[in-house]
């Protein structure tokens, strides 16, 4: 079993060290470099194919919370945008296309939203371990799938704020021999550590205590799901199972968004998610349209052909 965090850490880094100067993962990372010295790619296997994204959901969640993520979903899944709104989440995804271009692989992935599955009344518990959540993430579809483990805000997992807002994995399947499968696990941060999980919509517990912004879809909690869900499946795409393109320790890589730490628009910097879109009427930020009138806030994707992180906006 491989699992790969999202790292919180290497956030609360950056927002601390900004007092005095940029990380030195951060200058790194803007330097002209080549880029394969930058983000090596180990010569894994990327994802590829139709993928069938299920979400399971761990907890007590509302249907209007199902809704924000599912609809991310669907807007990710769609390879015709079904919104002329620009930028849009489908335009977000295709930075993705150049890590498959460097790899010398058709990208022939293609998302499609599939069975969502409740687990009410917490099968596992209140407190779960890696272990747990990938029992949990067992419960869906273990060929040609991404299984999402969703818990929510009043469940306790290893390393979640401490250390993670959420990971990505894979593991070997129980069902098919020789084969794995992909997962990902993204907690609801809204009661135990919104600021760490949920900013740039909560004050940070690190760095310069500027307002919060408002949130999109009206729900902290989730609209931090939704940003950790999106890094960590532009992670599962590009390593999904911890050979393929990723910078430092296997263990704990730098990938695709999370080596991009708070970056969300253009003149981005530790403690400011730079500068972005904003409804005129709520006065929600955001950098993204989806489908069904929705507006995100997504993370920054690395660029491997540019060695910068790429923003919408």
Not at 122 to 139: E, F, M, P, R, W
Not at 181 to 210: D, K, L, M, R
């Amino acid at each position: 079993m491989a699992s790969f965090a999202y790292s919180l850490l290497l956030f609360q880094l950056v927002i601390v060290i900004s007092l005095f100067h940029f990380s030195s993962a951060a200058r790194r990372l803007t330097q002209d470099q080549d880029p394969s010295s930058i983000f090596q790619y180990h010569n894994g296997p990327l994802l590829t194919g139709k993928i069938s994204i299920n979400l399971i959901w761990y907890g007590k969640f509302k249907p209007s919370q199902r809704a924000i993520v599912s609809d991310f979903i669907t807007a990710v899944s769609s390879t015709h945008p079904t919104t002329t709104n620009q930028p849009s989440v489908s335009t977000w995804w295709k930075t993705t296309d150049k890590y498959y271009h460097i790899a010398k692989t058709p990208n022939s992935l293609s998302f499609s939203l599939d069975k969502q599955i409740l687990d009410e009344n917490y099968s596992l518990g209140k407190s779960l371990t890696t272990q747990k959540i990938v029992q949990i993430a067992s419960k869906g579809s273990q060929k040609d799938a991404i299984n999402v483990v969703l818990t929510a805000s009043d469940v306790a997992v290893d390393g979640f704020c401490s250390s993670r807002c959420g990971t990505h994995g894979s593991s070997i399947s129980s069902r098919a021999k020789r084969s794995k499968f992909a997962y990902i696990w993204v907690g609801n941060s809204e009661t135990q550590c919104p600021g760490q999980c949920a900013w740039p919509f909560h004050q940070p517990i690190y760095g310069p205590q500027s307002p919060p912004l408002i949130a999109p879809n009206n729900d902290v909690g989730m609209e931090g799901m939704v940003m950790n869900l999106a890094s960590l499946l532009a992670g599962t795409a590009t390593n999904p199972f911890g050979n393929g393109f990723f910078q430092g320790p296997k263990d704990a890589p730098l990938e695709a968004a999370s080596a991009c730490p708070g970056v969300y628009g253009k003149g981005s910097y530790p403690g400011y998610a730079g500068e972005l879109l904003v409804d005129q009427t709520s006065g929600a930020s955001y950098n993204a349209y989806g489908v069904n009138g929705r507006k995100y806030l997504l993370p920054a994707l690395f660029d491997p052909l540019t060695s910068t992180c790429s923003t919408l906006v």
